[in-house]
T-cell receptor, first 115, second 114 residues
Framework: DTGVSQDPRHKITKRGQNVTFRCDPI?????LYWYRQTLGQGPEFLTY????????KSRLLSDRFSAERPKGSFSTLEIQRTEQGDSAMYLC?????????????FGPGTRLTVL | SQQGEEDPQALSIQEGENATMNCSYK?????LQWYRQNSGRGLVHLIL?????REKHSGRLRVTLDTSKKSSSLLITASRAADTASYFC??????????????FGQGTELSVKP
């Protein structure tokens, strides 16, 4: 399977715990995006990498959130001191400048439940 | 900070009927895309229309774009039960500072009954 993969697919944690998600983009894609989606809503942009550089962060990304892409390949999204409001689906997408006008390929998502 | 609004929020039709979903957005765009999401899963890209295009077809899909009204519509013809999903429009304004992020609407939940 050469699509975008995310791990884990589901995560249940207690409030106050830290969690980390991983995204492996399509290998030749140099752009990587993180989005968050709550029930009944469309995805909302969190942050964007081009290679290893984090070029934009949404205001939704509070200081409890941090994302990295150390070698320009896979990325991690960490949430510290989780809150119940962090419960959502976290989606990763990748794209390439060569693709038609920012078509993005999405992974299956990580569903986070904070108890 | 979603910019798109979709109409209707939910649509229920019989197999074989056509389904039309509408999307409105607020700012100038370079292109608009439609994505499909099956229950609780990732999004699948369906079709992209550029701001200088008015209509585009792909199989049973037809997309229109009216930049003067800042709106788009997605028509699915001869619907099938397998088309049951949520459909999202997403706009992008390619700009180095914005990095090509997608701004999604709230989605239309389509149910096609056999």
């Amino acid at each position: 399977d050469t699509g975008v993969s995310q791990d884990p697919r589901h995560k249940i944690t207690k409030r106050g715990q830290n969690v980390t998600f991983r995204c492996d983009p399509i290998s030749e894609h140099n752009r990587l995006y993180w989005y968050r989606q709550t029930l009944g809503q469309g995805p909302e942009f969190l942050t964007y990498f081009q290679n290893e550089a984090q070029l934009e962060k949404s205001r939704l990304l509070s200081d409890r959130f941090s994302a990295e892409r150390p070698k320009g390949s896979f990325s991690t999204l960490e949430i510290q001191r989780t809150e119940q409001g962090d419960s959502a689906m976290y989606l990763c997408a990748s794209s390439s400048p060569g693709l038609a006008a920012n078509e993005q390929f999405f992974g299956p998502g990580t569903r986070l439940t904070v108890l | 900070s979603q910019q798109g609004e979709e109409d209707p929020q939910a649509l229920s039709i019989q197999e074989g009927e056509n389904a039309t979903m509408n999307c409105s957005y607020k700012t100038s765009i370079n292109n608009l895309q439609w994505y499909r999401q099956n229950s609780g899963r990732g999004l699948v890209h369906l079709i992209l229309i550029r701001s200088n295009e008015r209509e585009k077809h792909s199989g049973r899909l037809r997309v229109t774009l009216d930049t003067s009204k800042k709106s788009s519509s997605l028509l699915i013809t001869a619907s099938r039960a397998a088309d049951t999903a949520s459909y999202f429009c997403a706009t992008t304004r390619l700009n180095y500072n914005q990095g090509g992020k997608l701004i999604f609407g709230q989605g239309t939940e389509l149910s096609v009954k056999p």
